[in-house]
């Protein structure tokens, strides 16, 4: 099966995303799906070579994981975007969070500030697929920091990409723009 990029046009004139910044977003997501498929193929081809016991081998399995959550976490992000509207409070989402956090304002207070920490990364709140509860989690680089057993909720991506072509350095600017544009049906269809 050869991985295909899917098309985020659509978000294309959404507030606060320019479309210099959106193109070359969706550029730098297809290399993930390119990459991805590339060491998919290789890997397959030395497998039928005989070839696993190489350092190349091994190499290329761990790139893997970076191209493949590169690729994934994008899609998840591109999906949670281009919607208006706030999170319904009394809505599925909306009270699994003020569960979890004491109310939605804190959960929201939480999932900024994880945002806005220094460094590049992903925020991501998780569903724990075993114990149900919802955390909001950094993920450093795209294959460190996701934890095992969790299913994505939202997305953010905060690498310098997804925001310094509009913001430069301010991401409390980008994060605020990134909530007016959360497609909470998208994310709240994600809930367990």
Do not use: C
Request: charged share 25%.
């Amino acid at each position: 099966m050869t991985y295909a990029a899917k098309d985020y046009g659509k978000l294309i004139g959404m507030e606060g995303f320019s479309e210099t910044l959106l193109k070359n977003h969706f550029t730098l997501y297809q290399g993930y799906v390119t990459n991805t498929n590339k060491l998919l193929d290789t890997l397959e081809g030395m497998l039928g070579e005989g070839k696993t016991a190489v350092p190349e081998y091994a190499e290329l399995k761990r790139r893997l994981g970076w191209e493949f959550n590169g690729m994934r976490l994008h899609e998840l992000y591109f999906e949670n975007l281009g919607a208006k509207g706030a999170l319904e409070p009394g809505g599925r989402l909306g009270k699994a969070l003020a569960a979890e956090f004491g109310s939605v304002e804190k959960w929201e207070t939480d999932f900024r500030a994880t945002g806005a920490m220094r460094g590049i990364g992903w925020v991501v709140l998780y569903q724990d697929t075993v114990g149900g509860r919802l955390i909001n989690q950094w993920v450093n680089e795209h294959d460190v920091g996701n934890p095992a057993g969790a299913s994505p909720i939202l997305v953010m991506d905060v690498f310098e990409h997804a925001f310094m072509v509009d913001y430069g350095l301010k991401k409390a600017d980008y994060i605020a723009s990134f909530f007016r544009n959360i497609d909470w049906k998208t994310a709240e269809g994600r809930l367990k």
